[in-house]
């Protein structure tokens, strides 16, 4: 029907008609299947314009989709709901719809932006903004939905007291793309405060300059963020962390959760903060710039892995006392150099374990580089290096966190490209291309490192030597980055079970600290000397 008219739904060429009908009229026709097929999928174009409710306007009455249907404005239309009392809702998307998209629209001063109550659906928000003004409460609220997909490529949700929310125990939902900023209590929120939601997924996304956490796992379980950026997140009402501000970028408790492969920068309060919560993976993350890293309250079974975490103005790895650490495994994570900040209370640890640490298990503590801790000592797995950063935290190809832990089986780093690239997986977030340093032999030394000290690569044969005779072997002096030919060493005897600290030639500098040494034994096993 050329220049469209109220008897049907439209063309791009021909769009309906808004001299008489409404955007609510459009809905009803395909809803009721008035002189349409009753089931099927269908298309509104929209023309230019706001729709408002008001005289001659959308009528105040909720705007239910119960169709396939793509609605489309080009980027020139505006849906407002300044004024509704019943259109509250932009779009309600009913059960039995499988695919719908919304693109190209400006949906401004609802509540609630769009709320999903389906299974099985794709719902695809694109080129679309969902502004909710000073009142909105929820910009996307899923409830009770099962298996939906959201695409929200170039969409995003700001000005919400809740940017995303899913409850009402919905599970296995996947959201994709789009930015969450501004909104006020959380850029995502799934509530388990009746029935807990399970298996959200939650990929690819910026999560930024929101006033409360950016990510809330509240009660539910198996619910993950990945592949995206949480960043300055938690600032509070007054961009400084106000009373918004308890938790961090993400906070996941009284339930389990994930969080991998993803940039959290710059939050206020914790990058990942856990609080009863049990089990908790963080997984291939660089955590950059917050308060703390990852703070652990009260939890249980947490594994945190593959991690780099740096530049944390409190701790890198900050363990309440209350959690199970006899469950923690902390596996290749780069903890290294957390920064002082004037407003602290003393110089940060990288790793920072409250109460008693005599319950770790330290089998499940390896092939970390950790720089400053309060700990006694770790394996000798771990390193204590400089991990020789490039500017992006990638590593040097001289890092000696390069295929430095036992990682062998297929995985991925935070970028996604495969791992492992060399021998074995590296430390930290970052798998490397290069392949580490160089190792002619095969012998797991490299060759940079036997050339600087026997000027050879025949001199040593196996990790279990000891060149220097100083008890301590050949493979556990390349891990600590000490010398291997040099007998001086100095061995903290009280408690027994600490560590070693070496140094090159006739001097000693100690480089680190034990917080609960009675006495320090200084010995040189060439000279039988003792101090």
Aim: charged share 20%; aromatic share 8%; hydrophobic share 35%.
């Amino acid at each position: 029907f050329e220049g469209g008219d109220d008897d049907n739904v439209g063309t791009p060429r021909f769009p309906l008609s808004t001299l008489h009908s409404t955007l609510h009229e459009a809905i009803e026709r395909i809803n009721e299947g008035t002189d349409l097929p009753p089931d099927g999928n269908y298309s509104v174009y929209v023309a230019p314009g706001t729709y408002v409710v008001g005289t001659e306007g959308e009528p105040d009455a909720p705007l239910m989709i119960e169709q396939n249907v793509l609605i489309y404005g080009d980027g020139l239309v505006t849906l407002d709901g300044a004024g509704a009392q019943e259109w509250a809702t932009a779009f309600s998307i009913s059960p039995g719809v499988s695919n719908v998209r919304l693109e190209g629209l400006a949906i401004n001063n609802f509540k609630t932006g769009v709320q999903v109550t389906a299974d099985a659906a794709c719902v695809d928000i694109i080129e679309t903004t969902i502004d909710g003004g000073a009142a909105g409460i929820s910009g996307l609220k899923l409830l009770e939905s099962f298996q939906v997909t959201v695409d929200m490529t170039q969409s995003t949700i700001l000005n919400y007291d809740n940017g995303i929310e899913v409850h009402e125990s919905s599970a296995n939902n996947v959201f994709r793309n789009g930015v969450l900023s501004g909104n006020r209590i959380y850029g995502i929120r799934v509530n388990g405060t009746r029935e807990a939601p399970a298996d959200n997924r939650f990929e690819k996304m910026n999560i930024i300059d929101n006033e409360g956490p950016g990510v809330g796992f509240l009660a539910g379980f198996g619910n993950t963020v990945s592949d995206s950026l949480i960043a300055r997140n938690n600032i509070g009402i007054s961009g400084t962390g106000g009373d918004a501000a308890g938790y961090g970028g993400i906070v996941i408790q009284n339930g389990s959760g994930v969080v991998k492969y993803s940039q959290i920068l710059d939050n206020h309060c914790a990058g990942v903060y856990a609080d009863e919560t049990s089990p908790v993976e963080i997984a291939g993350n660089l955590i950059r710039g917050n308060k703390e890293g990852i703070r652990l309250g009260f939890t249980a079974n947490a594994t945190v892995m593959s991690n780099t975490i740096t530049g944390n103005a409190e701790a890198g790895l900050f363990v309440e006392v209350g959690s199970t650490v006899s469950t923690l495994t902390m596996l290749y994570n780069i903890l290294y150099e957390e920064t002082y900040q004037a407003d602290t209370s003393a110089e940060p640890f990288d790793l920072h374990v409250e109460g008693d640490t005599a319950d770790l298990d330290y089998d499940k503590l390896q092939y970390n580089d950790v720089g400053t801790m309060n700990i006694p000592w770790l394996p000798a797995t771990n390193l204590s290096v400089d991990p020789a950063f490039d500017s992006d935290y990638s590593l040097e190809p001289a890092s000696l966190c390069i295929n430095a832990t036992d990682g062998v089986s297929s995985g991925r780093d935070i970028t996604g490209a495969p791992r492992p690239q060399g021998t074995s997986w590296d430390m930290g977030a970052y798998e490397s291309s290069v392949g580490g340093p160089t190792d002619t032999d095969g012998d797991g030394f490299s060759d940079d490192w036997e050339l600087e000290h026997f000027q050879s690569l025949d001199t040593v044969s196996e990790p279990g030597a000891d060149q220097d005779g100083d008890g301590i072997s050949d493979w556990n002096e390349f891990m600590s980055g000490t010398n291997p030919a040099s007998p001086v060493s100095v061995a903290i005897t009280d408690p027994a079970a600490s560590p070693y600290f070496y140094q090159n030639q006739n001097s000693i500098s100690l480089a680190g600290s034990s917080a609960y040494a009675k006495t320090i034994t200084i010995v040189n096993a060439a000279a039988g000397f003792t101090a």
